[in-house]
């Protein structure tokens, strides 16, 4: 099947505003992830939801960012009064549920850039 | 915060020749995953070793764990162009023991690249 799916690919914001990105899991993956990849660097870990929940959001870098599942499926990360340090690729991935720490597929991610 | 540390940072090598990349950890981990990162394909599983397991091959790959050292290597045999990418090395935290749930905690990655 259809592989995840991010939107938009690419996001150019004014320092401030508030930006929404979303995220399609593979169907039937009960797990999400987000993660944000700085230029040259690894991926830093967000959030983890399994199903709608999110029991553990230590990630999230500030108050500013925050994230949302609902019905199992898409994700929206939103991040608010968006600061030039936030410029980044944000990468969503799923997993089986019961797959812990096990194989994640990622999407293609989101590259957002705050001038 | 990076748990693992990814050695070499920039490998570049000729094609058919041996890649090694190494990776070191800090803290207690369920299993250790692999990954690639290119432009044409975002970022891709390669291979995944659990911390009972010591070594594990799968195709053209090769990975080891050393949980005593904390430490990982990636060989890839028989190097193509089409390996020319990002190599990451994630780790997944043992239950109770913090890391941030179910998320992989991702080294800086190395950078190879194969001559044709």
């Known amino acids: 099947g259809a592989g995840v799916s991010q939107s938009p690919s690419n996001k150019v914001t004014e320092k401030g505003k508030d930006v929404e990105l979303r995220c399609d899991p593979i169907?039937?993956?009960?797990?999400l992830y987000w993660y944000r990849q700085s230029l040259g660097q690894g991926l830093e870990f967000l959030i983890y939801?399994?199903?709608?929940?999110?029991?553990?959001k230590s990630g999230l870098p500030s108050d500013r960012f925050s994230a949302e599942r609902t019905g199992g499926s898409v994700s929206t990360l939103t991040i608010q009064r968006t600061q030039q340090e936030d410029s980044a690729v944000y990468l969503c991935?799923?997993?089986?549920?019961?797959?812990?720490?096990?194989?994640?597929?990622f999407g293609p991610g989101t590259r957002l850039t705050v001038l | 915060s990076q748990q693992g540390e990814e050695d070499p940072q920039a490998l570049s090598i000729q094609e058919g020749e041996n890649a090694t990349m190494n990776c070191s950890y800090k803290?207690?981990?369920?299993?250790l995953q692999w990954y690639r990162q290119n432009s044409g394909r975002g970022l891709v599983h390669l291979i995944l070793?659990?911390?009972?397991?010591r070594e594990k091959h799968s195709g053209r790959l090769r990975v080891t764990l050393d949980t005593s050292k904390k430490s990982s290597s990636l060989l890839i045999t028989a190097s193509r162009a089409a390996d020319t990418a990002s190599y990451f090395c994630?780790?997944?935290?043992?239950?109770?023991f913090g890391g941030g749930a179910d998320g992989l905690t991702f080294g800086k990655g190395t950078h190879l690249i194969i001559q044709p």
């Open positions: 803290t207690s981990i369920n299993n």
């Open positions: 994630a780790t997944a935290g043992r239950l109770g």
């Open positions: 070793i659990r911390s009972n397991e």
């Open positions: 939801f399994q199903g709608n929940s999110a029991p553990d």
């Open positions: 169907s039937g993956h009960t797990a």
């Open positions: 991935a799923s997993s089986l549920a019961g797959a812990w720490g096990g194989e994640q597929f």
